[in-house]
């Protein structure tokens, strides 16, 4: 299940770079940025969270 979820944020993050480089007006530039910074916060969370299931097992 979070193996999936990681690879949903990856995805996303690859969308998020295509708005991003897609993106002329100054406002749509500024939202893409803020997008993908929070999905790459997202993905790191998710990174840690799966790093301390595996040192459970």
């Not at 480089?21 to 100054?26: C, D, P, R, Y």
């Amino acid at each position: 299940m979070l193996l999936k979820e990681i690879g949903q944020v990856r995805f996303l993050i690859k969308m998020a770079y295509f708005k991003l480089s897609e993106a002329t007006e100054k406002e749509l530039v500024e939202s893409a940025v803020l997008e993908l910074r929070s999905l790459e916060i997202k993905h790191g969370y998710l990174l840690n969270k799966l790093k301390k299931e595996q040192n459970k097992k």
